[in-house]
């Protein structure tokens, strides 16, 4: 009999896993999953990532478990560990999702790749979620979504025939032992399959109805956005499962303008979105690191600026909203689109800091980094993707916009509460007289604004537009946008039909 190795990685489920599936079909098996030291001490990871995943380890051993099999975790270099687990346990093939992620992992599995050739063991790669490997062009990309996303899931085995590696089984070591970043925000979301359930079905039957208008606010998203987005990242469910289980809530829903059906709808197209960012990092692996619009190169790598950045990680810019986002991603592993929006907004341009190590930074803080998304996203709000609008949010509007009353900021900064209510976003304005009087013990610590707002996002435009206007960084726009620029479609707004496979109903743009 055949015997195949099964390596989870980011597809932490037995549910529509094609992975699982085609090896049990091919034989026996042995589940396994790999504790990879260098991407780990990468800085990009932090422990609130390795902690989410042992949770939903722990979910899938359960699982595993009840059709008959072991889910092994094994620590080291993944070639080391591969080499190791065949000298002692031969095997035919591995089986694994194609991942997209980090660029560490890029490069894990084009060594994994070579180590197979070399033992000659086949790597079969089944697709994960709507993102395609080797498509270097967008205009077919949509229907192939389309056509995944609808297709029927991949079935559960009812049983697995397993085989037991001849290796030593040892604890998975803590986050300490393996030098992780040790951030650990104490409200952040738990791992596993069960939970994603859970915040899935909560979100489907109750919270969709705030979705639209809902998502942009810090003080409604927390519960307005689905929350599911740490569990599509792992994989404890997959794109195709949500997306499906959403079009069918829409298909069942009997008023088709309801707030529900809108939100269900509105869902369904940040699905679309969710698999169209990490394409562009499938298709350009150092984007990771790399300008994706080569002409936007030394636009700010060398003016990098360590006091606007300590200013902006330790959440004392000086601007509230800011400074309150800062404080509550550190304390839920969470903040929403538009607050992360204008925190990239505000480091790339009244602080000027270059997209890479603040992107670091906001991967081990956002429990949710999905490299595909947050590098593009990074860039797109930094202005170095060329072929977007550049998107400059205000922190003082935006914090009248979606907090006027500055109940968001006096959540998550304690020593504004007692500020009055005109000067709760800009408190460096009160006057002397009335600080005295704010508070009775002593008047409350304010930090004014690091630079100056107007003074220094103006100088920032004047740098990036003088840039953009460049001939030959305007000449190179198009190759830029053939590769990684969407292609928008008509929004389909038909109720699909209970019981047939549903269509896509994106609606491409990221609207708020």
Same mark, same amino acid.
């Given at each position: 009999?055949?015997?195949?190795?099964?390596?989870?990685?980011?597809?932490?489920?037995?549910?529509?896993?094609?992975?699982?599936?085609?090896?049990?079909?091919?034989?026996?098996? *042995? *589940?396994?999953?790999?504790?990879?030291?260098?991407?780990?001490?990468?800085?990009?990871?932090?422990?609130?990532?390795?902690?989410?995943? @042992?949770?939903?380890?722990?979910?899938?051993?359960?699982? @595993?478990?009840?059709?008959?099999?072991?889910?092994?975790?094994?620590?080291?270099?993944?070639?080391? =560990?591969?080499?190791? @687990?065949?000298?002692?346990?031969?095997?035919?093939?591995?089986?694994?999702?194609?991942?997209?992620?980090?660029?560490?992992?890029?490069?894990?599995?084009?060594? =994994?790749?070579?180590?197979?050739?070399?033992?000659?063991?086949?790597?079969?790669?089944? /697709?994960?979620?709507?993102?395609?490997?080797?498509?270097?062009?967008?205009?077919?990309?949509?229907?192939?979504?389309?056509?995944?996303?609808?297709?029927?899931?991949?079935?559960?085995?009812? %049983?697995?025939?397993?085989?037991?590696?001849?290796?030593?089984?040892?604890?998975?070591?803590?986050?300490?032992?393996?030098? /992780?970043?040790?951030?650990?925000?104490?409200?952040?979301?738990?791992?596993? %399959?069960?939970?994603?359930?859970?915040?899935?079905?909560?979100?489907?039957?109750?919270?969709?109805?705030?979705?639209?208008?809902?998502?942009?606010?810090?003080?409604?998203?927390?519960?307005?956005?689905?929350?599911?987005?740490?569990?599509?990242?792992?994989?404890?469910?997959?794109?195709?499962?949500?997306?499906?289980?959403?079009?069918?809530?829409?298909?069942?829903?009997?008023?088709?303008?309801? %707030?529900?059906?809108?939100?269900?709808?509105?869902?369904?197209?940040?699905?679309?979105?969710?698999?169209?960012?990490?394409?562009?990092?499938? *298709?350009?692996?150092?984007?990771?690191?790399?300008?994706?619009?080569?002409?936007?190169?030394?636009?700010?790598?060398?003016?990098?600026?360590?006091?606007?950045?300590?200013?902006?990680?330790?959440?004392?810019?000086?601007?509230?909203?800011?400074?309150?986002?800062?404080?509550?991603?550190?304390?839920?592993?969470?903040?929403?689109?538009?607050?992360?929006?204008?925190?990239?907004?505000?480091?790339?341009?009244?602080?000027?800091?270059?997209?890479?190590?603040?992107?670091?930074?906001?991967?081990?803080?956002?429990?949710?980094?999905?490299?595909?998304?947050?590098?593009?996203?990074?860039?797109?709000?930094?202005?170095?993707?060329?072929?977007?609008?550049?998107?400059?949010?205000?922190?003082?509007?935006?914090?009248?916009?979606?907090?006027?009353?500055? =109940?968001?900021?006096?959540?998550?900064?304690?020593?504004?509460?007692?500020?009055?209510?005109?000067?709760?976003?800009?408190?460096?304005?009160?006057?002397?007289?009335?600080?005295?009087?704010?508070?009775?013990?002593?008047?409350?610590?304010?930090?004014?604004?690091?630079?100056? @707002?107007?003074?220094?996002?103006?100088?920032?435009?004047?740098?990036?537009?003088?840039?953009?206007? %460049? +001939?030959?960084?305007?000449?190179?726009?198009?190759?830029?946008?053939?590769?990684?620029?969407?292609?928008?479609? +008509?929004?389909?707004?038909?109720?699909?039909?209970?019981?047939?496979?549903?269509?896509?109903?994106?609606?491409?743009?990221?609207?708020?």
């Amino acid at each position: 009999m055949a015997k195949s190795v099964v390596w989870f990685k980011k597809d932490l489920r037995i549910h529509d896993n094609a992975a699982l599936a085609k090896a049990a079909e091919a034989g026996a098996v *042995c *589940c396994i999953y790999i504790v990879e030291p260098s991407i780990w001490q990468g800085p990009d990871a932090s422990k609130q990532h390795y902690d989410f995943i @042992l949770e939903s380890l722990r979910d899938l051993y359960v699982a @595993l478990k009840k059709l008959g099999a072991t889910l092994h975790v094994l620590t080291g270099e993944a070639c080391d =560990v591969l080499e190791r @687990l065949h000298a002692h346990t031969p095997f035919d093939a591995i089986y694994s999702h194609q991942e997209t992620g980090n660029y560490a992992s890029f490069m894990r599995d084009l060594a =994994v790749k070579g180590w197979c050739k070399n033992k000659n063991i086949a790597w079969h790669e089944p /697709i994960q979620s709507g993102v395609f490997r080797g498509r270097l062009d967008r205009d077919d990309w949509q229907r192939l979504w389309t056509q995944h996303t609808s297709q029927s899931q991949t079935p559960t085995p009812e %049983r697995l025939v397993s085989f037991q590696p001849l290796v030593e089984q040892v604890k998975p070591p803590t986050a300490e032992q393996l030098a /992780i970043d040790l951030l650990d925000p104490p409200s952040r979301q738990r791992g596993g %399959r069960s939970q994603a359930m859970y915040v899935l079905d909560d979100f489907i039957n109750n919270r969709s109805e705030s979705y639209r208008g809902g998502i942009s606010s810090p003080l409604s998203a927390p519960t307005a956005c689905s929350r599911i987005s740490p569990y599509l990242t792992h994989g404890c469910v997959s794109v195709r499962e949500v997306y499906q289980r959403v079009m069918y809530a829409i298909a069942d829903e009997t008023q088709e303008d309801s %707030r529900r059906a809108k939100g269900l709808r509105s869902m369904v197209s940040r699905l679309y979105w969710h698999c169209h960012f990490i394409q562009k990092l499938e *298709c350009e692996p150092e984007l990771e690191f790399q300008n994706m619009h080569r002409g936007y190169d030394g636009l700010r790598e060398n003016d990098w600026n360590a006091k606007h950045f300590d200013a902006l990680s330790e959440g004392r810019t000086g601007w509230p909203i800011v400074d309150a986002c800062v404080a509550m991603l550190k304390h839920t592993g969470w903040i929403n689109f538009r607050m992360r929006a204008m925190l990239v907004s505000t480091a790339a341009y009244p602080l000027w800091l270059h997209w890479k190590p603040v992107g670091n930074w906001l991967a081990r803080h956002f429990l949710d980094y999905e490299p595909g998304i947050h590098w593009s996203q990074m860039q797109m709000q930094s202005g170095t993707t060329g072929i977007n609008i550049p998107r400059i949010y205000n922190p003082i509007k935006q914090a009248q916009d979606h907090d006027p009353r500055g =109940v968001f900021v006096r959540k998550w900064l304690p020593e504004l509460r007692q500020v009055p209510d005109p000067w709760v976003f800009e408190p460096w304005k009160i006057p002397d007289d009335l600080i005295r009087t704010v508070s009775k013990v002593s008047p409350p610590k304010i930090n004014a604004p690091i630079v100056d @707002l107007e003074m220094s996002t103006r100088a920032a435009k004047q740098k990036l537009f003088e840039r953009r206007g %460049r +001939p030959e960084v305007s000449a190179e726009k198009s190759a830029v946008l053939n590769k990684h620029g969407s292609r928008k479609r +008509p929004v389909l707004r038909n109720k699909p039909k209970s019981g047939t496979a549903p269509p896509v109903s994106p609606q491409h743009t990221l609207d708020f």
